[in-house]
């Protein structure tokens, strides 16, 4: 592995799942906390200027205007300016209050993400992908806005306090008068979250529905047009999109029920204070200033106290994506790095020992395989379909672990191995290769970063891609398209068998990699292969005559065991099973 430029999270999440999800998610906010107590001591300063100008206006209004004792324009000047200076720091304030969100936006996702790769098929087998992504977006968004933003809307409430309390200093009746409604506020601001909170939820749900109809219909696009599928695909989306579109008037409804009251309060606020102080003005109780400062700080206030139901929303909507996002972390990962590994002289030697291993979902693969391929050696494994021969492939990689018995490889329990050790030395080519959409170049070069031009051409040349490749008009620059769609199957598998000889692993397995590629191309491919790795043992998952035909010796397996070896010639002289199974599986 390369150093990587960018820098790493700074936290991760609290591994004790018994503490809360803000206690959790605290690490993540205390990395962090110099630039959030920035934001928020800058918006704190930015609100306290800010609750200064009603004041100033009210006392400019009586001095300058009402009682004539002093100059108006002096007033106007530090009205101005104390707005200025609010509009700076309020600047810096948000900018920070930003910052903080991507930078912690940017740790969760590095956590879930390395997390994500460190767990094995097993996991992938259980987790559908689009949910996945949906935890890797929405979810990390919920729970970044929460605790970015949450505090700064705390730091705003806090100083609706302070400007209450700097009424109550002015005039204490009118203050109450002009705190009447906002109480009320508050509380209809949390009705209305709390009513539209369950619809907002089914939003996304239905949106993550939707997402999941267009993106598998876009991956499956071949298909669906090959089978004339795309009304069929067209109605389930719109009936998908349907119940989104019923979701979001419901929340439109919710809406358009609470929000009029809501902004109408305030006006009514604005009246009470209009026909109290009034009347106070006219006792000589009140100045006329005092009326245009509060009619300003009910303006002011309600806001903060409008976004109390928000902040209690964005809070139940963090925590419940915050739950989404620990039970991945808290998944462990299954396949790791033993305690004590081994890392013995590479040779090539493969063997099970009595290898049983049912799929997660309890599908039974293997039952009691024994199978040992001597350095150097190519088998090739025939079986009927489902017998298990990708399993041994699979297993002999450590992408799952054995229920029993063990996999050595050069002697040492594949469990003993460091995990990128075991993939440098056992190099897998599955049947149905993927392409990353970058260039051919870089698939090539996957599992070697670093490596020259020279190397990857002379792994596309043994692998028989380098006269297609030549061909493109970018050559080795072009980049294929998504999952290498732009290529022919056979090419893509030309491609994935030079980024397995790449890394030059001493066991290569090509688990019916060479299916889609012509017999006459595959032939030339093996002799390459013949060429370069006189020492590299090969197993070859077969379903052609002709890739049995390369083989030392073929491997027959039936029903998760190896039920006979021998060459091609004796097999089927001896073995009824062999005959059968090359008579119904295998074409020539
Ligand atoms: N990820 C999986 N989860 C659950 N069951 C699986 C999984 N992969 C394979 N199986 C099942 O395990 C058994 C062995 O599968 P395996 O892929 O090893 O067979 P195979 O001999 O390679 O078949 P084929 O020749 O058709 O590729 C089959 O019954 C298959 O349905």
Redesign the pocket.
Known sequence: MTDSPRRAPRAGIHPDSSKSWLRRAWPIVRAHRILLISSLTLSFIGLVVQVQIPDLVRIALDRALVDRTDGLTGYVWLIAGLAVAQGVINFLARLYLLRTAYEMEYDLRNVIFTHLMRMS??FY?RVQSGELISRATSDIRAVQMYLAFGPSILVQCTIAAIAFALMLSINAPLAVVAMLTMPVIAVLGVRMRRASFPVSWLIQARLAGVATVVDENIQGVRIVKAFAGEQRQVDLLAASADRVRWAYTEDAGVRSRWLPVMDNLPRLGLAMVLLVGGLMVLDGDATVGTIVAFNSYVLMLQPPFRMLGMIIMMGQRAAASAQRIYDILDTPADIVDPADPATPAPRGDVRFEDVRFA????????QGLDLHVAPGETIA?V????????????LAARFYDTAGGRVLIDGVDVRDYPLTTLRDRVGIVP?EPFLFSMSLHDNIAFGHPTASRDQVVAAARAAGARGFIQELPAGYDTVVGERGYTLSGGQRQRVAIARALLVNPPVLIL??ATSAIDVRVEHEIHEALRDLMRDRTTVV?A?RLATIGLADRVVL?EN?RAVASGTHTDLLATEPRYARVLAS?VTA
């Open positions: 098929y097993a087998d799929y997660p979902d309890g599908t039974v693969a293997l494994l079986g009927a379909t489902g017998s298990g021969k990708s399993t041994v492939a699979r049947d688990d019916d998952v379903h397996i998760g599986e």
